[in-house]
């Protein structure tokens, strides 16, 4: 006589899959992605070449009185994150990349049935492009700094390597591309299209400023003034500043605005644009069919 065994089956594939399994899938899916490589590579050569071509023109010949060290520690963080708008422009597209180009290829279909449960797989995503998207950025900007400082302290800037608001300045850079990478990814959840994602991305993040500006003109009403302080860019100007009273270049002047003068501040603001575009997303992908 003899007795067979059996293993219970599991009701749907995916059962057993915990969140630690769907990041790790998550992980494969994006370092195995062309796009991915490119796009990251793009970034980390933009940061580094745009801080070391700033850092070789910045200078202080010519201009009357003694800049203080506090000025000098501005231009250095400008000179280091000046590539900060195009570096948010390409994170922007991975990050709808990352979650709208499996709908363009149907592979949202193999992934919602690997993980039944949808918000793991969301929130799995998530979780893999913000590390990624930290490492890349956090590696571009520990390239840049050298270089910027050395090329400054030739130009007669001696930085401040022992001032930790200066590695805060460039910490807020980090947070501000992970930040749009976020809201790109929520955008493209959203839509569930490449193409109609990318294109609200970069018009949130570039267009957005530029148009307000345009139609408004200089005589802008209150109302539009809170508007613009809102918006993603504005805010992450603030969130990547060097606190100083004295700005000696225009363009290194803390883009302030309203009632957003901290970059805490800042950061509060794009975190509520993450939570709130993350959560419409989650909503309705419990919500819609594949």
């Known amino acids: 006589m003899s007795t067979t065994s059996t293993n219970p089956v599991p009701t749907a594939v995916g059962d057993d899959l915990s969140f630690a399994g769907a990041v790790l899938s998550e992980w494969v899916k994006l370092r195995t992605i062309r796009s991915t490589w490119w796009l990251y590579a793009i970034l980390l050569v933009l940061t580094v070449a745009l801080g070391a071509q700033m850092s070789s023109s910045l200078s202080f010949q010519g201009v009357d009185g003694v800049p203080t060290q506090d000025a000098i520690q501005d231009l250095a963080v400008y000179a280091v994150m000046v590539s900060t708008d195009f570096s948010a422009l390409v994170v922007s597209v991975l990050g709808v990349l990352v979650i709208a180009g499996e709908y363009g290829t149907g592979m949202i279909r193999s992934t919602l049935t690997a993980v039944p449960r949808r918000l793991t797989a969301l929130f799995a995503k998530a979780l893999v492009f913000v590390i990624a998207t930290t490492v890349v950025s956090a590696v571009a900007l520990a390239l840049t700094v050298p270089i910027s400082v050395g090329l400054l302290s030739g130009n007669g800037m001696d930085v401040r390597l022992d001032d930790p608001q200066y590695w805060l300045s460039l910490l807020g850079g980090v947070g501000y591309l992970v930040l749009v990478g976020l809201i790109a990814f929520s955008i493209g959840a959203l839509l569930r299209t490449t193409a109609g994602g990318v294109a609200t991305a970069l018009g949130l993040v570039l267009a957005a400023p530029l148009a307000l500006s345009l139609v408004?003109?200089?005589?802008?009403?209150?109302?539009?003034?809170?508007i613009a302080t809102l918006l993603p860019s504005t805010a992450g100007s603030v969130l990547v500043s060097y606190p100083t009273e004295q700005s000696w270049v225009d363009l290194a002047?803390?883009?302030a605005s309203g009632w957003i003068t901290e970059p805490w501040q800042g950061g509060l603001v794009l975190a509520a644009w993450v939570v709130v575009l993350l959560t419409g997303a989650a909503v309705l992908l419990r919500r819609r069919d594949a």
Do not use: Q, V
Request: charged share 15%; no cysteine; net charge negative.
């Open 253 to 255: 002047a803390p883009a």
């Open 216 to 226: 408004l003109g200089s005589a802008e009403p209150a109302w539009a003034d809170t």
